[in-house]
């Protein structure tokens, strides 16, 4: 009899064990739904019925590399932030939300907060970004023209790169301006944000980066427009005074 109970109660556990089991697994509701308060994870990964990753939500530690077709690659640059990628459905990455903000042992701050939407297998068309450091603080808005990946990948752009550092200072602008030439790399076409002056100012540029309008207002109040050529010298300038 003692041993029947004893089978008993391991089955009355078993059972019970079962139960949670299934219940936290989402087994026992056909649709496979659960319902938490609070949930408290390293890494989330959103994914289709087919396995293919869309969203990843991840701390520092476990934050992911960058993914191209399905395959992810290897960025330790990014084991500084915790956030969110977004993928697309071939598995590509979309863009996403990064962050990280510290006080260092020397007392100066590392602070940054970046949301970015990327071209078709490309890099980054739009921005949001904030940084903050020991010494100086941004807050903007980046439009990018980017290129087709058919005509630059971001195999391309890593390869640019490598090729770029094998060659003395002045001869890698040189290179990186033939490439800007022929349309191969992306440029910022629209800035809006702060200045190093705690101005505000709206920067629009040509196919080539280079600023050609501002829209600018001082730290003190000062309003004014100017034109700028091709050099960045500035060409006219309108004024709340300026006499046509």
């Known amino acids: 009899m003692s041993q029947l109970r004893t089978f008993l109660a391991g089955a009355t556990t078993m059972a019970a064990l079962l139960a949670a089991i299934a219940a936290l697994s989402g ?4 649709g496979r739904r659960a319902s938490f308060d609070e949930i408290t994870v390293g890494r ?3 994914v289709e019925p087919d396995g293919t990753k869309r969203i990843i939500l991840s701390n520092k530690a476990q934050f992911p590399g960058d993914f191209m077709q399905g395959k992810e690659g290897a960025r330790p640059d990014r ?7 977004f993928i697309n459905e071939e598995g590509t990455e979309n863009g996403g939300l990064i962050q ?6 020397d007392g100066k701050i590392d602070s940054g907060l970046s949301l970015t939407f990327d071209r078709f ?3 980054q068309a739009l921005q949001l970004m904030n940084n903050d450091s020991a010494t100086y603080q941004m807050t903007g808005i980046k439009i990018n023209d980017v290129p087709h990946f058919a005509l630059t990948s971001m195999a391309d752009i890593e ?3 490598e090729e770029a550092g094998k060659l003395p200072e002045a001869e890698q602008r ?3 301006q033939k490439l800007a030439e022929a349309g191969r790399l992306s440029q910022n076409r629209i800035w809006l944000g702060n200045t190093g002056a705690k101005g505000s100012a709206l920067q629009l540029k040509d196919a080539r980066g280079r600023t050609r309008m501002m829209l600018l207002v001082t730290a003190d109040g000062k309003a004014e427009i100017q034109m700028l050529d091709e050099t960045g010298k500035v060409s006219k300038s309108i004024t709340p005074g300026s006499k046509e």
């Open 100 to 105: 990280k903000g510290s006080v260092g042992a």
């Open 121 to 123: 297998r490309q890099d």
């Open 79 to 85: 084991r500084a932030f915790a956030g969110m990628l």
């Open 44 to 46: 989330i990964n959103i």
């Open 159 to 161: 390869r640019f790169g």
């Open 174 to 176: 040189a290179y990186r």
């Open 27 to 30: 087994a026992a509701d056909p």
